[in-house]
């Protein structure tokens, strides 16, 4: 490392250099701290200096960074830097590139998932019934055997999403319920046959487990934004509108939720969006 009395021509200051990089000062003071960056040339009175070629060295090392590699790693391949040990570094991190880009663009369906389903909640009124086609869809069940008694829904729901995400399954859909159309519910209560997970269809070539296919059809929907203590009556209102529509009713209604405890505070500020399959007489 040489040392010199002024600035050299074609070289820049730590805060130029740092300018140019688009970081702070600290951050090439650390860099040179432990030896993965240092300034190509140090003066009489202590000042940095760093030279263009130095930039190339630079945006390595961030983009290291950014595929999550530790600075002890960078440090280590590039005081044994070499070209085919610099080919073989960029091997292995396109590689990393293409599962980065491909966990990106899952993560973006999941939060587009979320947003449909969260705007649709906002935008539901209590107790409003509309028709509804529905695409090709897919689904994972597990049967629910268990009461009407809170603690047995809570466990069951945890096993319901414990077999999902053993079998890689994350949705943006929240577990829903299906609820037998004849006999699965009174006037001030209903249980569920079956829990599911409502599927992105770019999702179902990811996971091994057994999915349910159903074919495009239409359901006569209904809103509860006042949670779950609102459906009961939900139930007839919705087979009555099918049935007056010219529909006859389908075996199942499914409940979904739409807006839970990630935006409201309690049970009773819940939306959910109540359907029942139908098909014309």
Known sequence: MGTIRKKPAGYFTTGEFARLCGVKKQTLFH????GILRPELTGENGYRYYSIFQFDTYNTISMLKEL?????????????????????LLKEHDVLIDEKIAELQWLKSFVNGKLKITEEGIAAAHG?????????????????SGGTAGADEYAAFAEHVAH????????????????????????????????YTKLNPEDVDYTTASITVIPARTYAVIYSTEGFGAIPPMFKTLTDFARSNGYVPGEHFFEDILLDSVSRSTL?????KLGLPVIPK
């Open 31 to 34: 860099y040179d701290q432990i």
């Open 164 to 195: 999902c995400h053993q079998n890689q399954i994350y949705s943006p859909y929240v577990t829903g319920g299906l609820i037998d159309a004849d006999g699965g519910y009174d006037d001030n209560d209903y249980r569920y046959s079956h829990l």
């Open 268 to 272: 009773d500020e819940f939306t959910v």
């Open 128 to 144: 409003e019934i509309r028709l509804e086609k529905r695409p090709q869809e897919f689904y994972i069940f597990t049967k629910y």
């Open 68 to 88: 999550d590699m530790p600075l002890s790693y960078i440090k280590n391949f590039l005081e044994n830097r070499s070209p085919s040990s610099f080919l073989s």
